[in-house]
């Protein structure tokens, strides 16, 4: 098992050491090596994503990343942004599916914005592809058109890309809640009137599956009217980078969010949902408890350890469940502890 680690920014490196610990615990037998990808490979060689990074990636079975960017990089040139890094990873190693669960622990149940009963349960798996769309269309630029600047993007995927993410999404829903919602915008953009199109061809494959669609600004609106009467949702890149954040948020810790991308055999990149969280970096406050998840999902995902990453998973709610908090999920009657320590409980709750 060979694990290419990327600290990246931010709180990067102290969300994965500890998630490190928790895999080198329970898989003793994971080789784990450092890489640098982001605004620290930019200062470093100059590039978001080296090429000892991209060898390392490569020539691993699975990658756990921290998180890259901040306020540092924000004014370079776009090629050299953190963000290309994490951009270029995800297209040089092909990790077309990205599954974003948001998850409300019972024991945070008042950490969301919304009312604890229209959330309380809410679990909700959102498969985003990750790896078409407008984010990697070409043509795209800004450049001069009759006298002044004209920017253009290009949305578009061929039904190979929908067909595998969607297999992807109906594989999924089929262990969960047997209930899809494939979510597009075919009233206006023809490229998403094939995705609803495909998602409706493959249908008769997944006869235990009920497949619904909803266009995106409903599906919006629907996540803070209603989320719960979602079990999975399958959508584009783009407005699955949209919905993800908004799902994220009805649990109101995204510190405790993992996510998995994932290419056509299974190796993935690993990470948090949240962001490198500059503001806190190098101050032991930041919540570890997304990587070590991320971890328990690439146990699941890549190495097919469903065993272990049910320890992990079991492990952080028995530290919930003994009222142990970081900062940013701390409340009335519970302890207040640091990233470290947080570390050292999962470790002992395993
Ligand atoms: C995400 C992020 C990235 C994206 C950015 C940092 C490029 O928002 O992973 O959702 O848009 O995909
Ligand atoms: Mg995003």
Redesign the pocket.
């Known amino acids: 098992m060979k694990i290419c680690v990327l600290p990246g920014d931010g709180i990067g490196p102290e969300i994965t050491r500890e998630a490190v610990r928790v895999l080198q615990a329970l898989v003793p037998q994971a080789e784990v090596e450092e890489a640098l990808l982001g605004g620290i490979a930019v200062d470093t060689t100059g590039s978001p994503y080296p090429d000892a990074t991209r060898a390392l990636a490569r020539a691993a079975d699975a990658v756990l990343l921290g998180a890259v960017g901040g306020p540092k990089w924000d004014n370079l040139p776009r090629e050299q942004r953190p963000e290309r890094g994490l951009l270029g990873i995800r297209q040089d190693l092909g990790l077309f599916a990205n599954l974003r669960p948001a998850i409300l622990y019972k024991e945070l149940a008042n950490a969301s914005s919304l009312k604890p009963e229209l959330v309380a349960g809410l679990d909700i798996l959102i498969v985003r592809e990750l790896t078409g769309d407008i984010y990697f269309g070409q043509p795209r630029g800004v450049e001069m058109r009759d006298g002044q600047r004209f920017g253009f993007n290009t949305m578009h995927y061929n039904e190979g890309e929908i067909r595998r993410i969607g297999r992807v999404a109906f594989e999924a829903a089929r262990k969960r809640g047997k209930r899809l919602c494939s979510v597009d915008k075919m009233n206006v953009l023809e490229t998403t009137q094939l995705w609803r199109d495909v998602m409706n061809e493959l249908a008769p494959e997944y006869p235990d599956v009920t497949l619904s669609h909803m266009l995106v600004d409903n599906c919006a609106m629907q996540l803070v009217r209603e989320p719960r009467q979602f079990d999975v949702i399958v959508t584009g890149n783009l407005f699955g ?2 919905l ?2 908004e799902a994220a948020m009805l649990t109101g810790s995204i510190g405790m969010l993992p996510s998995a991308s994932l290419d056509e055999r299974n190796k993935g990149l690993f990470e948090p ?1 949240h962001g490198s969280a500059p503001d806190i970096a190098g101050k032991n406050v930041a919540n570890p408890l997304a990587t070590i998840l991320s971890v328990a999902m690439m146990l699941r995902y890549t190495f097919n350890l469903e065993t272990e990453a049910a320890r992990i998973e079991a492990a952080v709610q028995k530290v919930l469940a003994q009222g142990l908090r970081t900062a940013d999920i701390a409340e009335g009657g519970t302890r207040t502890i640091g990233t470290t320590e947080m570390g050292d409980a999962v470790l002992a709750a395993l």
């Open positions: 980078d949209i993800s954040d949902s």
